[in-house]
Structure formats: structure tokens, C-alpha cells
T-cell receptor, first 111, second 115 residues
């Protein structure tokens, strides 16, 4: 089992819809979770971080964390074509203190 | 402008020919790290450095070397490159390191091809 798992996609949604990106992790002791966005041919950039169970909202983005289910998700409301990118989930391992990345989910927002 | 600068952006080389990929940051960050990104495998850490003269192995250190003689620079050295090191490489830095939840700032990447 991979330490951080994401569906590679592509996830295709129409413009204006809600995109839901999911991530599961294996380290039950993990406390810090991050979402990075990576446009094609570019470097990753941090868009959200979450540390507590529940929801954290920032503009059109909402991160959701459920530690009991070892599940973190990213919701993008009113999706735009400019949101088309690969979204990387990253989890700070409680065992090693290292940041473990998932393989990423590619999102396509169709006009 | 605050940034992490990697050079070169693209590099094609042959097996066994030593190469260095440079990384420099102008944000006075303590923490620097190298990752490689391969399809289906995501970002995997090669080496990291908590501060000057302090380096440690990541998850895939075999075949790589690093040094941190100055705070701003963290070069990645491939003493004898092999085709399985063909990949997209990213340098990243953060103010205090991932343990403190400091965000990572990534360079633009170096696409390396070893033939």
C-alpha cells in the first residue's frame, strides 16, 4: 500500500461545476496535510494546508480532513478552465518527519 | 523577486559523465531539498538539508550527492549518471523545514535525460 494515494485521473468536470479531489494516507499519526497545484510543465505551488479535522475554506477552494478515515480532499467550487492542472496531495509523516507526496490527480475543466 | 533558481532547465548527457545541477534561493531559507518526479510515482525526495553543512538522505538517494557549503546554494551531483536517473528534478526550499509546516517553494525544474 502506498503511503499517500490519489486517483491519477484525469478527472473531467464542466466549467462552473464542483471538482472533488481525493487522497488517502496510511500513517495514522500524520497531523499535517497539504495540497499543491502543478500546471503542465511548471513547478508545484502550495494552495492549501490543513491540520485539524473538518473543513478549511480559502476562496473557491475547500480542504476537508477526516483523520479517523485517513482521508483528505480538496473541493474546487465554480471550476474554471484555469484550474486545469495536476493536484498533488502531501502528508507529513509522523514516523520520518518527511513530506510524502501522492502521484497527483489531473483535473481537466472543460469550457 | 523571491525565487528558487535551478540550472540548467534541460540537460541531455551520456551514461557515466559527471554532472551538477545547481540550485540557489534568495529567501534566506534554512531548509532545502531535491526531488525527482516520475510518471505514476509522484515527487520523491532525494536529499535534504536543514542548514549549512547539514544534509541527510531522502527516500531515493542512491546515485546522488549533495553539498551545502552556503545557505543559498544546494547543488545536486550525479557522479556517474545512468539511464534510470532520467527524470524531472525539482529543488525546493522553505524557511524552517517541513516539520514546522513551512511551505515549500519550488524551482522551475530540470529535465534530465541520460542516454
Amino acid at each position: 500500500q502506498k503511503e499517500v494515494e490519489q486517483n491519477s485521473g484525469p478527472l473531467s468536470v464542466p466549467e462552473g461545476a464542483i471538482a472533488s479531489l481525493n487522497c488517502t494516507y496510511s500513517d495514522r499519526g500524520s497531523q499535517s496535510f497539504f495540497w499543491y497545484r502543478q500546471y503542465s510543465g511548471k513547478s508545484p505551488e502550495l494552495i492549501m494546508s490543513i491540520y485539524s479535522n473538518g473543513d478549511k475554506e480559502d476562496g473557491r477552494f475547500t480542504a476537508q480532513l477526516n483523520k479517523a478515515s485517513q482521508y483528505v480532499s480538496l473541493l474546487i467550487r465554480d471550476s474554471q478552465p484555469s484550474d486545469s492542472a495536476t493536484y498533488l496531495c502531501a502528508v507529513l509523516s509522523s514516523n520520518t518527519g518527511k513530506l510524502i507526496f501522492g502521484q497527483g490527480t489531473t483535473l481537466q475543466v472543460k469550457p | 523577486e523571491a525565487q528558487v533558481t535551478q540550472n540548467p532547465r534541460y540537460l541531455i548527457t551520456v551514461t557515466g559523465k559527471k554532472l551538477t545541477v545547481t540550485c540557489s534561493q534568495n529567501m534566506n531559507h534554512e531548509y532545502m531539498s531535491w526531488y525527482r518526479q516520475d510518471p505514476g510515482l509522484g515527487l520523491r525526495q532525494i536529499y535534504y538539508s536543514m542548514n549549512v553543512e547539514v544534509t541527510d538522505k531522502g527516500d531515493v538517494p542512491e546515485g546522488y550527492k549533495v553539498s551545502r557549503k552556503e545557505k543559498r546554494n544546494f547543488p545536486l551531483i550525479l557522479e556517474s549518471p545512468s539511464p534510470n536517473q532520467t527524470s524531472l528534478y525539482f529543488c525546493a526550499s522553505s524557511s524552517r523545514g517541513v516539520l514546522y509546516n513551512s511551505p515549500l517553494h519550488f524551482g522551475n525544474g530540470t529535465r534530465l535525460t541520460v542516454t
